[in-house]
T-cell receptor, first 111, second 112 residues
């Protein structure tokens, strides 16, 4: 069965600073990987996805993620965060037609 | 394009009471999902529908949970009777393919 680990429960970043959120997955075959964002009281919004091809994928809101098969990782990055990026971020892997999520990383932005 | 609609947004009930959640998926999306999200956790799949058929309900606690999707559009998830441990956010999602799911805002259930 597939699984996702997000080792950072909570990250605090200054506005304008760069961001990297970590995600490690476990899946026997080629993974389909996703990052979602959840703002308070809202559902999940898809930021980006990786299926195949270029290992650096671009998403919405200036986010990007890099797939590294050798490290079983799919880390999310943003060069300069905005206060509106404060939210919960979830990494997910699709396997056997089932989406499995990590436990999430809560991002706090300080002025 | 309207997104996934869920109601109610919030529900507070006493334990042993029944509760129902409703979901209207994006028009044309044949696949509908119900997830449960416990506090501090990621969503976990409860049931997946392809049109009217429940194709994966392996994680649905069938002793107290039931779901239906009449006419392959709207869906209802029911809990009877509710327990304290059922307090969570219940998310509905829909998709054209498995690869991109669109989530509703969820129903936050509190069981007292």
């Amino acid at each position: 069965a597939q699984s996702v680990t997000q080792p950072d429960i909570h990250i605090t970043v200054s506005e304008g600073a760069s961001l990297e959120l970590r995600c490690n997955y476990s899946y026997g075959a080629t993974p389909y990987l996703f990052w979602y964002v959840q703002s308070p009281g809202q559902g999940l919004q898809l930021l980006l996805k990786y299926f195949s091809g270029d290992t650096l994928v671009q998403g919405i809101k200036g986010f990007e993620a890099e797939f590294k098969r050798s490290q079983s990782s799919f880390n999310l990055r943003k060069p300069s965060v905005h206060w509106s990026d404060a939210a919960e971020y979830f990494c997910a892997v699709l396997g056997n037609e089932k989406l499995t999520f990590g436990t999430g990383t809560r991002l706090t932005i300080i002025p | 394009e309207a997104g996934v609609v869920q109601s109610p947004r919030y529900k507070i009930i006493e334990k042993k009471q029944p509760v129902a959640f409703w979901c209207n998926p994006i028009s044309g999306h044949n696949t509908l999902y119900w997830y449960r999200q416990n506090l501090g956790q990621g969503p976990e799949l409860l049931i997946r529908y392809e049109n009217e058929e429940a194709v994966d309900d392996s994680q649905l606690p069938k002793d107290r949970f039931s779901a239906e999707r009449l006419k392959g559009v709207d869906s209802t998830l029911k809990i009877q009777p509710a327990e304290l441990g059922d307090s969570a956010v219940y998310l509905c999602a829909s998709s054209l393919t498995t690869y991109e799911q669109y989530f509703g805002p969820g129903t936050r259930l509190t069981v007292t």
